[in-house]
């Protein structure tokens, strides 16, 4: 390989890297890196951009003798070969390889897989969660160890703002009450952090750098390079991905559907299906499914919703109010990663959430028992600190990981 196109991808990414240190970590990332130190191997960490993943690689190359770094993006820019750069890095001593973003770089998998067979050596490799999907779908599957690493959750953001580690809780510590009481009583006094974590601080690359534009900058970045991952796309279909942000981050969670949004955008449905299948691969929305099986979920449609933070700042910036109801849901859902959704149709008004066996209904202070009657296992999810039986503060939800 020319040595100074080596040299030119090398010192590019190393400025990367650079500016991706910070000075107390997330717990799930020490978790993280304590695990990939432990022990030699293949390992994916997935996840939207901002999440924190290039923090990792930063750690982990500070902490592992004889590592060595590479941004994908940097290794298509410079027209590389990803597998003649690791041969090249390999050749000159280096025995940890890190590939960030790698989803950037075309038919990844192919060369992480031929290289990982040929010297077995410790490789890390982070991406959007198509990449997981990738990986789980391919012959790497035997191989690799995957990590999902989400925004901040509420306990996560209160341990930067407090200098203090929350205990993790389960769903079903929120449905006991007198183990909810406990949790609220450490919970009560960090409740006003609420509004702007939900509204502005729920990714880490925001609550660190502290600039309003990061949200739109990952936006830009996901539709016009990101979507390249997974489809060809043009300049139309980028125009397109931009109009399904936007008419998802400005509508209430109830207001939108495949069918309303293809007539906004005057895209056939099929294709705004697609899109928002592609968008949720590379992290920028939330496909939350219908319950039930068969043609009883075909007939209803998926619940889509953003992760935190990002409809407040879309809205922001496109001049309009953000939907407090949309905000709601969005953390609840970002937190309760396996909830299904309720809505039945325009029969009549159904609670929101699924989650087993229990029905949650989201939404604010004053919010009442209407849509809840004669159900059994079904509990009010309010932003209060106040509750009865049956009534779960919703930053409680906020402490599940």
Request: with cysteine; net charge neutral.
């Amino acid at each position: 390989m020319d040595e100074k196109l080596f040299s030119n991808i090398l010192s590019v990414s190393a400025r990367t890297i650079e500016t991706a240190k910070v000075g107390l970590l997330r717990p799930k990332s020490r978790e993280i890196i304590k695990k990939i130190i432990a022990e030699k191997g293949l390992y994916v960490i997935s996840g939207l951009r901002g999440v924190g993943k290039t923090t990792i690689l930063a750690e982990l190359s500070k902490t592992i003798e004889h590592s060595i770094y590479f941004n994908g993006e940097i290794i298509v820019k410079y027209g590389a070969d990803l597998l003649d750069v690791l041969h090249h890095s390999e050749k000159l001593g280096y025995s940890t390889f890190m590939i960030d973003e790698i989803h950037t770089i075309p038919n990844w998998e192919k060369d992480i897989k031929i290289f990982y067979d040929e010297t077995h050596h410790h490789t890390i490799i982070t991406g959007s969660s198509a990449v997981a999907l990738k990986v789980q779908g391919s012959e790497l599957s035997r191989r690799a160890i995957i990590f999902n690493l989400k925004p901040f959750s509420f306990r996560e953001y209160l341990y930067f703002r407090t200098n203090k580690e929350f205990e993790i809780v389960k769903i079903g510590d929120l449905l006991d009450r007198k183990k909810l009481s406990i949790i609220m009583k450490q919970i009560v006094p960090y409740a006003p952090e609420f509004e702007l974590y939900t509204k502005r601080n729920a990714l880490p690359a925001a609550y660190f750098e502290n600039k309003p534009d990061v949200y739109l900058n990952i936006v830009e970045r996901v539709i016009r390079y990101d979507l390249q991952s997974l489809r060809e796309i043009d300049a139309g279909y980028t125009d397109a991905a931009f109009k399904v942000i936007k008419f998802i981050a400005t509508s209430s969670p109830g207001e939108v559907s495949y069918s309303g949004l293809a007539n906004s955008i005057r895209k056939n449905t099929r294709l705004v299906q697609e899109m928002i299948r592609l968008l949720s691969y590379a992290g920028l929305l939330y496909i939350v499914p219908p319950e039930g099986s068969g043609h009883k979920a075909i007939r209803r449609e998926d619940k889509i919703l953003m992760p935190l933070s990002f409809r407040n700042a879309l809205c922001e910036s496109y001049g309009v109010p953000t939907s407090i109801g949309g905000i709601r849901e969005d953390f609840f859902v970002q937190h309760v990663s396996d909830a299904k959704y309720l809505k039945t149709g325009v029969e009549r008004k159904t609670p929101d959430f699924l989650v087993g066996n229990s029905i949650f209904e989201i939404g604010g202070e004053s919010k009442g028992w209407s849509q809840l009657k004669n159900m059994e296992n079904a509990y009010l999810v309010k932003e209060s600190l106040l509750f009865e039986d049956k009534e779960i503060p919703i930053y409680a939800f906020g402490f599940l990981y």
